[in-house]
């Protein structure tokens, strides 16, 4: 803020933001470094800031010394000293002194290479600014201990891009991601330190830290730092005691409410729960001889990933499966939303329906959120197009070599660049009988198990290349059992997809008998049709026009229990055939379960209201039920839609013959 009032040449403590705040708030800010505002307050201040000058140096600069000016209380008060090393594992205690909104997790990777984790609580959020800060705080470790070959980078950020240069920062970071990681590296043999016991009659009153050289010899090198000279006043914003009660009795008269809050929640979350179960398939039927399988295990009530499948009239179905940013009710709002723009934009080419669905999504969710995704578009010769935003690549198994490969491609995810859309690139694969193909999520490959090593995509290879022989649900369920074993002892860190599809290899014989079974039913010889839809349907399970042409032949053969078994079956993928329902109703009816023929039949006639057999079969029913008053109104339907239909006139006359429901 003084630099502000410097580079505007305004008058001193003249305050430049009456909109954010007041003229006592300002000057208090500029006096008392002690002086403690909110995050959302700060945030405004910077923003104006920055709208009109670049604070990013300002910033780190402040880093370094705050790192500086506190890191003499993080030394021993004895006459020992510290080393580099050292001194990182107490720096988790000073970032506890200066901020609650974060705390920090010390992880080695070498001697002299250390990765620091900046976590946030959830009521928090990371700010560009807070990237540049700390990483300044990084560098005050290197001006203090005077190392001369050090490397200080980002690797890791949950934000999705900073106001400046991301190379002054590190070379390759990764945006987007669920945590806040920097590396320091060093070749230098740091010097160690330690408290200044000098008096007041050698030097003065000002802190003192003594610096002492590595040396195998017994004399050493000393040097004595002034660290006010270096920064200036000592930057203490350590919460006095008084503010930690005053806070705690403020949390104590929220508590009640909080609970309240809590229930709320509770409650929000088991309602998007059970809409997005809804809105993702428990199973994807079997298409064209190809059969699917879903391994899904979500990290909370509900999942940030997504999976769906998309048919396109006859002779192509996509396939998408998505990876939302963050999780909880946010990240199910995004899968609605993909749900609907993938049904919206069924475009020939995957990399258009990607173009127009980041478009959607920048105007609708406004970069706050975004989605990782690969779709696939399978035509009915097998040959599959594919694209890929910011996805794990999928994998194919080919039948004929037992060998699987990583596919190609590549691509910026959905939902936060306006320009993503010339990153997507539509690429090609054939599908011969045999062969699978995976698409996950990397809450797959990345969960780790108790030793902290990930599950990995070799791990994936080497279990889809076991699998060779297994069915595509077989491999998968193999492959989820395998990860559960090789995390178990550990806690969930992301939502878990795994989808593998085969082109079955038995596609030809299915075929055959499935054309046998056609000529035996068109021919009514219902038995010989039972029997080779029986075989067809042990070859591919979830095959939907086999599910059906299977239990209208075991209806007609009068096998009425198993023919509701398999009608039920096709009805839950929600395909909206009213044949299915009117011939479910029959079955219903000839097993006497009246009130489920009765919810059938007036199923079939909603999605067809045509077709007058479905009201012709509930005027049967109610008039078998004694109930007059439903049939008349079935029968009046029946005249208002079509006065000539031929079964009218013989209902009327049954219906005359009903006993008055009253008596």
């Not at 001193?12 to 007041?22: G, K, S, V, W, Y």
Request: hydrophobic share 35%.
């Amino acid at each position: 803020m003084q630099v502000y009032e410097r580079e505007q040449n305004l008058s001193i403590h003249t305050n430049p933001f009456p909109d954010i705040l007041d003229d006592t708030t300002y000057n208090r800010i500029l006096k008392d470094p002690n002086y403690w505002i909110s995050q959302s307050l700060e945030d405004k201040i910077i923003q104006q800031i920055t709208s009109s000058l670049d604070i990013s140096g300002i910033l780190y600069h402040v880093g370094t010394e705050a790192l500086i000016t506190n890191a003499y209380d993080l030394l021993p008060h004895d006459d020992s000293r510290i080393d580099l090393v050292e001194m990182i594992y107490r720096l988790p205690i000073l970032i506890g002194r200066l901020t609650r909104a974060v705390y920090l997790n010390v992880k080695p990777i070498s001697d002299k290479h250390v990765k620091f984790v900046f976590t946030y609580l959830p009521e928090f959020q990371e700010k560009w600014y807070d990237a540049v800060f700390f990483q300044g705080m990084l560098n005050g470790l290197a001006v203090l201990f005077e190392l001369k070959e050090f490397n200080i980078r980002m690797t890791k950020t949950k934000l999705f891009g900073i106001h400046i240069s991301h190379k002054e920062l590190g070379e390759e970071i990764q945006f987007g991601s669920d945590a806040n990681e920097y590396e320091l590296e060093w070749k230098d043999e740091v010097l160690y330190l330690s408290r200044s016991h000098l008096t007041k009659e050698n030097v003065s009153s000002r802190h003192r830290v003594m610096v002492t050289s590595r040396s195998e010899t017994t004399l050493e090198e000393m040097s004595i730092v002034d660290v006010r000279d270096v920064v200036g006043k000592s930057r203490e914003l350590a919460i006095e005691n008084r503010d930690l009660e005053a806070a705690v009795e403020v949390l104590k008269s929220f508590k009640q409410e909080l609970e309240k809050k809590q229930l709320s929640m509770a409650k929000d979350l088991r309602l998007a729960k059970n809409i997005q179960k809804g809105l993702i398939p428990e199973i994807i039927p079997d298409w064209n001889g190809i059969q699917f399988w879903t391994g899904f295990s979500p990290m909370q009530e509900v999942s940030g990933d997504y999976y769906d499948y998309f048919p396109y009239h006859t002779d192509k179905l996509g396939v998408a499966v998505c990876d939302v940013s963050g999780h909880g009710v946010p990240a199910a709002f995004i899968t609605a939303l993909s749900k609907m723009l993938f049904s919206n934009f069924k475009k020939p080419k995957p990399s258009e329906t990607f173009k127009l669905i980041n478009r959607e999504l920048l105007d609708l969710v406004k970069q706050q959120g975004y989605t990782t995704c690969v779709y696939l578009l399978i035509h009915s010769d097998y040959k599959v197009v594919y694209s890929i935003a910011g996805h794990p690549r999928p994998i194919l198994f080919r039948h004929r070599t037992g060998k699987a490969e990583v596919c190609e491609g590549e691509g910026t995810f959905l939902g936060m660049f306006p320009d993503a859309g010339d990153t997507y690139r539509d690429l090609h694969l054939q599908l011969e009988p045999g062969d699978k193909l995976f698409l996950y999520t990397d809450g797959l490959t990345e969960a780790e198990n108790d030793h902290g090593h990930a599950f990995g995509e070799s791990k994936l290879l080497q279990l889809i290349e076991e699998n060779a022989n297994a069915t595509i649900q077989e491999t998968v369920e193999s492959i989820m059992n395998h990860h559960r074993e090789y995390t178990m002892g550990t806690d969930a860190m992301d939502d878990i997809t795994l989808l593998g599809l085969q082109l079955s290899p038995r596609l030809e014989e299915f075929h055959q008998i499935k054309r046998q079974g056609d000529q035996a039913y068109h021919q009514k010889d219902y038995q010989t049709a039972v029997n080779c839809y029986e075989k067809a349907h042990r070859i591919l399970p979830r095959e939907l026009n086999t599910q059906l042409a299977y239990g209208k032949a075991l209806a007609y053969y009068g096998k009425f229990d198993e023919a509701i078994g398999m009608l039920e079956s096709y009805n839950k993928f929600k395909t909206n055939h009213f044949k299915s329902h009117a011939i479910l109703g029959y079955c219903y009816y000839q097993v006497e379960q009246y009130e489920k023929a009765e919810l059938e039949w007036k199923k079939a006639y909603s999605i067809n209201d045509s077709n007058l057999s479905n009201l012709y079969n509930l005027a049967q029913l109610y008039r078998k039920l004694n109930q007059k008053q439903k049939m008349k109104d079935v029968i009046d339907k029946m005249k208002y839609i079509e006065a000539t239909y031929l079964h009218i006139l013989p209902l009327e006359k049954k219906w005359e013959l009903l006993p008055d429901e009253s008596n």
